[in-house]
């Protein structure tokens, strides 16, 4: 018990873990991350680059001018002496200036101190005025500098000019540092917000995922699932709450066709108990009273054998695993109007007009009709006029109407309500055979083809029964 109940509480942790909101938040996170990350790539790249051209177009352009000066007018290192008036025409900001003397020895040191090589020496013994050399990241106590050394010409020493950029990179990394920071606090954000955002797409996902659970742990189809919304969660609470309430329908409609199947066949079943047991003593009957006991077995076997058929046929009427097709109405009820005048003997007239074509299922609907024409036949026996077949073409949003007229005794007021009902038999109809599920078959038929059915008293006497066809709708039940 302990290792099953360990079992399934982690199964729940992980279909927690691993749960639409979880997947939605982690996702926008992830791509969030993935985008800011790009984006904090970039500009940083971008950033630094124009920082660095920036400093070294400054760079060249000191030293272009200090090119330019040596050579326009004829300087001495005290002309750059740190005492100098003007020195500061070459020392623009975050720019060192040391002065070499003609033996490359300093004669005015930088602050800091700048570094001299044997190039920088030979540079302050050139004849030439403005010879240039210049040293990339070079080490001035904890900083980098970039250092070039112009020469004043004629061996008169030479001119150093510092570029400090490691402060440059010390902003550059502290930029980078604050990117980072920035993308990180985006990221989380990202993340709460998509689980903000999850828990709110997913609010009722989550409510119609516990009402599906409760259905199956429960067994229980009537529980209410809250709709709201005109997205597509909407539609799906919507559609849910229909297919519970047709669910529901059909568990109920299946439980009264039970109930009623059971109450029905009670009766015959109970006569077929009393006239077996009277079979064990047939040699003590009359002649007469055998016949009349082998003829009520007969009846009550055929009797049984129709009700089970139709229940059969009222079953096979609920479910759609008869193909849909094209099917002409007005050619089933030529047919079944041909089978009725074999069996019965009655004339039995097909008026048909309009488009009778519509998408359906020909056995259905065939049923449908069969039976209407047999009960006509059966209430209107011995009638001398036509049982009649009208079939419409669509005049009520498209629907093809089927009606069979009679001249029979026709239906009181209070049974025309009533008599698409299983099982349901007036009380003048009820000495007559059949169990009352014809109508009721044809009713399932009507539905489950987009129609309904219909029944009144025919002008003149008689009754008229049919239904509407309006092409294959939801399934019944």
């Known amino acids: 018990m302990a290792l099953g109940r360990a079992g399934r509480l982690l199964a729940r942790r992980r279909l927690r873990l691993v749960s639409l909101r979880t997947t939605f938040a982690v996702s926008f996170a992830a791509v969030t991350a993935a985008v800011t990350v790009l984006v904090g790539i970039l500009s940083y790249g971008a950033a630094a680059r124009l920082v660095r051209v920036d400093q070294q177009s400054v760079f060249n352009e000191v030293v272009q001018d200090l090119q330019g000066e040596v050579r326009e007018q004829v300087m001495d290192p005290e002309d750059f002496s740190s005492s100098a008036p003007g020195h500061d025409l070459v020392r623009p900001a975050r720019t060192d200036v040391q002065v070499l003397?003609?033996?490359?020895?300093?004669?005015?040191?930088?602050?800091?101190?700048?570094?001299?090589?044997?190039?920088?020496?030979?540079?302050?013994?050139?004849?030439?005025?403005?010879?240039?050399?210049?040293?990339?990241?070079?080490?001035?106590?904890?900083?980098?500098?970039?250092?070039?050394?112009?020469?004043?010409?004629?061996?008169?020493?030479?001119?150093?000019?510092?570029?400090?950029?490691?402060?440059?990179?010390?902003?550059?990394?502290?930029?980078?540092?604050?990117?980072?920071?920035?993308?990180?606090?985006?990221?989380?954000?990202?993340?709460?917000?998509?689980?903000?955002?999850?828990?709110?797409?997913?609010?009722?996902?989550?409510?119609?995922?516990?009402?599906?659970?409760?259905?199956?742990?429960?067994?229980?189809?009537?529980?209410?699932?809250?709709?709201?919304?005109?997205?597509?969660?909407?539609?799906?609470?919507?559609?849910?709450?229909?297919?519970?309430?047709?669910?529901?329908?059909?568990?109920?409609?299946?439980?009264?066709?039970?109930?009623?199947?059971?109450?029905?066949?009670?009766?015959?079943?109970?006569?077929?108990?009393?006239?077996?047991?009277?079979?064990?003593?047939?040699?003590?009957?009359?002649?007469?009273?055998?016949?009349?006991?082998?003829?009520?077995?007969?009846?009550?076997?055929?009797?049984?054998?129709?009700?089970?058929?139709?229940?059969?046929?009222?079953?096979?009427?609920?479910?759609?695993?008869?193909?849909?097709?094209?099917?002409?109405?007005?050619?089933?009820?030529?047919?079944?109007?041909?089978a009725a005048r074999r069996r019965t003997g009655r004339r039995v007239l097909v008026r048909a007009g309009g488009d009778t074509t519509t998408e359906g299922r020909a056995q259905m609907l065939t049923r449908a009709l069969t039976n209407l024409v047999e009960n006509a036949a059966k209430f209107d026996r011995g009638g001398s006029e036509p049982i009649e077949i009208s079939v419409a073409g669509p005049a009520r949003r498209g629907a093809i109407k089927v009606e069979v007229l009679d001249r029979g005794p026709g239906?009181?007021?209070?049974?025309?309500?009533?008599?698409?009902?299983?099982?349901?038999?007036?009380?003048d109809a009820r000495a007559l055979p059949g169990s009352g599920l014809g109508l009721s078959i044809v009713r399932e038929v009507a539905i489950a083809h987009g129609g309904a059915p219909f029944a009144y008293r025919r002008e003149g006497g008689g009754s008229v029964i049919g239904f509407t066809v309006g092409g294959v709708g939801p399934a019944v039940g």
Do not use: C
């Open 101 to 338: 003397g003609p033996d490359g020895s300093v004669v005015d040191k930088g602050s800091p101190g700048l570094p001299v090589t044997d190039g920088d020496r030979e540079i302050a013994t050139a004849p030439k005025a403005g010879q240039l050399a210049v040293h990339e990241e070079v080490d001035v106590g904890n900083d980098v500098y970039r250092i070039a050394t112009v020469a004043l010409g004629g061996g008169r020493g030479a001119v150093q000019v510092a570029q400090e950029f490691s402060d440059t990179e010390d902003l550059l990394r502290a930029l980078q540092q604050r990117t980072l920071l920035l993308m990180a606090a985006v990221v989380v954000g990202a993340g709460l917000f998509g689980w903000w955002l999850a828990r709110r797409i997913t609010r009722r996902l989550v409510i119609l995922t516990g009402a599906a659970e409760a259905v199956a742990r429960t067994r229980r189809l009537g529980i209410d699932v809250p709709v709201a919304g005109n997205d597509e969660v909407g539609r799906l609470g919507r559609a849910f709450d229909r297919m519970l309430g047709r669910l529901a329908q059909s568990e109920e409609d299946q439980r009264r066709l039970v109930q009623d199947a059971g109450h029905e066949l009670r009766t015959p079943l109970t006569s077929l108990r009393t006239n077996i047991s009277l079979l064990r003593r047939i040699d003590e009957l009359p002649p007469e009273a055998r016949e009349e006991l082998v003829a009520d077995l007969g009846q009550e076997a055929r009797e049984l054998t129709d009700l089970v058929n139709e229940l059969v046929d009222l079953a096979a009427g609920q479910s759609d695993t008869e193909p849909v097709q094209r099917v002409d109405v007005a050619e089933l009820a030529e047919d079944v109007a041909g």
């Open 411 to 427: 239906i009181t007021e209070g049974d025309l309500l009533r008599v698409f009902d299983r099982f349901y038999r007036a009380p």
